[in-house]
């Protein structure tokens, strides 16, 4: 443990660091267990078969299971973005073969 200093602008900067990583865990995780249930819903898996094919993309394309999570979450929404249309054209095919539904935005037609 750290020795207590009497400047605490270091221990509010780790305060705040230490904050901003448990907020992206939260959204990481909240888009993972949306992404497990879009997958199960789409594709008739269990959540077992669901999360194990997260996995298998992720390992597949080298992409993080919470971009995998983020990107299929965004592009269900609609809110997907050239970036993340990137992303998702790196692993689109590795998913199931009835493909993945893409929101507004299906891939043959440009974005809005």
Known sequence: MPLPSDDPAPQADALRDEVAQLHEAVRSQRDIGMAVGLLSARFGLSTEQ???????????????????????????????????????????DQLPASGWPEGPWNGNTPAP
């Open 50 to 92: 669901a999360w194990r094919t997260m996995l298998r993309v992720s390992q597949d394309s080298n992409t993080k299971v919470r971009t995998v999570a983020r990107v299929l979450v965004s592009t269900h929404d609609g809110t997907v973005d050239d970036a993340d249309r990137e992303v998702l054209g790196r692993f689109v």
